[in-house]
């Protein structure tokens, strides 16, 4: 194999297609079987105070996409999809915007290697890094939304074929996708809820840790925070002279 054909041949050569292809039906089930590892990484790490879980999962997650970005003949996370969508009928996408996907992954997971694995030094914003991975395996498998693949477009200035859902194709939305005006109410007061409960619970609940604590500060404005501030002071002095008071 030479560099050319490294660089540009990437997936499976299917009957059909004018690019070689990636099966999306695999990519989106091994983007959930690494967001949920990682979700249960993160509690058996908040839950226990155990490192070592962490560090195994992110070892797993740099081996895994140095493989995909060399083959996903190679990635144990695809091979884990492969393995479970078998007898469903594949759903191909262009390879190269996937593997440029990837390789955002990869570089992703690279400073991890060293701030989680071999050096453990860890701080607010490198588990937001963390999260950020998260979040894009989240909407990877749950909605087939592939961020890095819109980023190929935009940064490489081609335009990708075969996206997942179709969405480079032009097209007229079907029926079933539109909203009626029950449905667009129904949909605006949920992520009113959900927005709404979010910031009540991170603004009224007391924080545990330090990462809760940040986003607790985040949601509230500078007067909230004094106020807060000093109401805690308030229950300290009462608790440390409220006996002396008395008497």
Same mark, same amino acid.
């Given at each position: 194999m030479n560099l050319q054909s490294f660089l540009w041949e990437y997936g499976a050569k299917v009957p059909g297609y004018d690019v070689r292809v990636i099966n999306e039906r695999e990519a989106?089930? +091994?983007? @959930? /079987?690494?967001?949920?590892?990682?979700?249960?990484?993160?509690?058996?790490?908040?839950?226990?105070?155990?490192?070592?879980?962490?560090?195994?999962?992110?070892?797993?997650?740099?081996?895994?996409?140095?493989?995909?970005?060399?083959?996903?003949?190679?990635?144990?996370?695809?091979?884990?999809?492969?393995?479970?969508?078998?007898?469903?009928?594949?759903?191909?996408?262009?390879g190269l915007q996937k593997r440029f996907a990837w390789t955002l992954g990869w570089l992703i997971s690279l400073p991890m290697m060293w701030w989680f694995v071999i050096h453990w030094d860890i701080n607010f914003y490198k588990v937001l890094i963390c999260v950020l991975c998260l979040l894009?395996?989240?909407?990877?498998? +749950?909605? @087939? /939304?592939?961020?890095?693949?819109?980023l190929y477009k935009i940064m490489t200035k081609i335009d990708p074929a075969h996206c997942p859902g179709g969405v480079c194709e032009i097209r007229k939305k079907e029926p079933i996708q539109m909203f009626s005006p029950i449905q667009k109410v129904i949909t605006a007061l949920t992520v009113i809820g959900l927005v709404v409960g979010t910031y009540f619970f991170l603004a009224y609940t007391k924080p545990t840790t330090f990462f809760g604590e940040f986003?607790?500060?985040?949601?509230?404005?500078?007067?909230?925070?004094?106020?807060?501030?000093?109401?805690e002071f308030q229950r300290e002095m009462e608790k440390e002279f409220g006996d002396d008071e008395e008497w």
């Open positions: 989106r089930a +091994a983007a @959930g /079987i690494l967001g949920t590892l990682g979700m249960i990484v993160i509690f058996v790490g908040i839950g226990f105070n155990h490192t070592m879980v962490a560090r195994v999962y992110l070892a797993f997650l740099f081996v895994d996409f140095t493989a995909r970005i060399i083959s996903p003949n190679y990635s144990p996370s695809l091979l884990l999809g492969k393995l479970v969508v078998q007898n469903q009928k594949p759903e191909y996408v262009g894009l395996t989240f909407l990877e498998s +749950a909605f @087939g /939304i592939c961020v890095g693949c819109k986003l607790h500060e985040a949601v509230l404005t500078d007067s909230q925070l004094q106020k807060e501030k000093d109401a």
